[in-house]
Antibody, heavy 119, light 109 residues
Framework: QVQLVQSGAEVQKPGASVKVSCKAS????????IHWVRQAPGQGLEWMGW????????TYAQKFQGRVTMTRDTSITTGYMELSSVTSDDTAVYYC????????????WGEGTTVIVSS | EIVLTQSPGTLSLSPGERATLSCRAS???????LAWYQQKYGQAPRLLIY???RRATGIPDRFSGSGSGTDFTLTISSLEPEDFALYYC??????????FGQGSRLEIK
């Protein structure tokens, strides 16, 4: 079945980087965008950006420009999101989600990865 | 940035009742670009409705979406116990960034 399986929880110190993976299965990896969305504790959903796994091209939310990098490895159908210079404000659950090209919705989501930033 | 404002913040209803959730955009959105998600505690969001009114695969027909321009609605015709959750609207396509509403909580009365 179609699924996105994310890497496990992370604890990082302020100023460090965190990298979360998202392993896709059950569909053609390069036919769907991969988005990253985060949710701080008790808060709503915040879009971070997307990657086109076919071309590798990315689009980031302005808020995260310069601090986020999204990549993919098509050989293992996995997307990655790396966030640098983290602070306590980056403590959140990070989700990957797929979008059928140009259909403007996210139809399958990963289970989420908890990232805690604490000294 | 398009701001989505959902109302009410919390809706208290009983199973079998009809729920109406609103999503208002700060500027006009094309109907293709509005989606609704359901999120239960500790779970990832689940796509319910896309393109304003199209149900996602496997979504029961008690869920329906409508609206245009700046005003959109998610209706649950007859609440089942499993429908009590958080609901988010999302816009994508009219302009970046993709934004979500702040959420509406549907709780059991």
């Amino acid at each position: 079945q179609v699924q996105l399986v994310q890497s496990g929880a992370e604890v990082q110190k302020p100023g460090a980087s965190v990298k979360v993976s998202c392993k896709a299965s059950g569909y053609t990896f390069t036919d769907y965008y991969i988005h990253w969305v985060r949710q701080a504790p008790g808060q709503g959903l915040e879009w971070m950006g997307w990657i086109n796994p076919h071309s590798g091209s990315t689009t980031y939310a302005q808020k995260f420009q310069g601090r986020v990098t999204m990549t993919r490895d098509t050989s293992i159908t996995t997307g990655y999101m790396e966030l640098s210079s983290v602070t306590s404000d980056d403590t959140a659950v990070y989700y990957c989600a797929r979008e059928p090209f140009y259909l403007y919705y996210m139809d399958v989501w990963g289970e989420g990865t908890t990232v805690i930033v604490s000294s | 940035e398009i701001v989505l404002t959902q109302s009410p913040g919390t809706l208290s209803l009983s199973p079998g009742e009809r729920a109406t959730l609103s999503c208002r955009a700060s500027q006009s959105i094309g109907s293709a670009y509005l989606a609704w998600y359901q999120q239960k505690y500790g779970q990832a969001p689940r796509l319910l409705i896309y393109a304003t009114s199209r149900r996602a695969t496997g979504i029961p027909d008690r869920f329906s979406g409508s609206g245009s321009g700046t005003d959109f609605t998610l209706t649950i015709s007859s609440l089942e116990p499993e429908d009590f959750a958080l609901y988010y609207c999302q816009q994508y396509g009219s302009s970046l960034p993709i934004t979500f509403g702040q959420g509406s909580r549907l709780e059991i009365k």
